[in-house]
């Protein structure tokens, strides 16, 4: 079980923004300008992972990186701020436990899942991406294609940057965080 925080007084209302889908659909480039948008904190999971592979702590198929995430999101939530969250987010466990995260901070939660629709405009992403974070691998796409990654059962905002651009993307969040 994931000990997720608990905020005893919360302050204020604030939102859990967690941006999930399969990678080189362009979370990363939505989260970003999300959380610069609106001065809010942003964490993704892939910057964390790295961080503890350097270390020697842990390695890429744990769950390490994720469980950090929830302590750092937690934690600005017990603040009252608002943060955004980037990660594949693959599974329902995770799915579950950010929600947890929220519920035990007073915040609301936001699931957003972006896709790429068009495959071969995913696949050409996939082919192209640039590597911005240390030592960081990126899978091919022959290892996006066959990723395990269970459908989403929950109400979340479906987001198909194939026929949309990050600043469309932002505006579709900020309305739904409002």
């Not at 600005?76 to 929220?102: D, F, K, M, Y």
């Not at 519920?103 to 068009?118: K, M």
């Amino acid at each position: 079980m994931v000990d997720a925080g608990h905020n005893p007084q919360p302050s204020t209302r604030a939102t859990l923004v967690v941006i999930g889908g399969l990678p080189a659909t362009g979370k990363s480039t939505i989260a970003r300008a999300l959380a610069q948008r609106h001065q809010i904190p942003f964490v993704r999971i892939d910057t964390i992972e790295q961080a503890l592979i350097r270390s020697g702590i842990a390695d890429a198929s744990g769950t390490a990186g994720y469980i950090t995430g929830y302590a750092l999101a937690a934690e600005q939530l017990r603040l009252g701020l608002s943060v955004v969250i980037e990660c594949v987010n693959p599974v329902e466990a995770t799915r579950s436990a950010w929600s947890a995260t929220a519920q035990h901070n007073s915040a609301r939660l936001l699931g957003v899942e972006v896709i790429c629709s068009d495959p071969d405009e995913h696949r050409r992403r996939a082919e192209r991406r640039v590597v911005d974070i240390p030592d960081l691998v990126l899978p091919t796409w022959q290892e996006i294609l066959d990723r395990d990654y269970e459908p989403w059962t929950t109400e979340r905002l479906v987001l198909d940057t194939a026929i949309m651009d990050s600043d469309s993307a932002v505006r579709r969040i900020t309305a739904k965080m409002l």
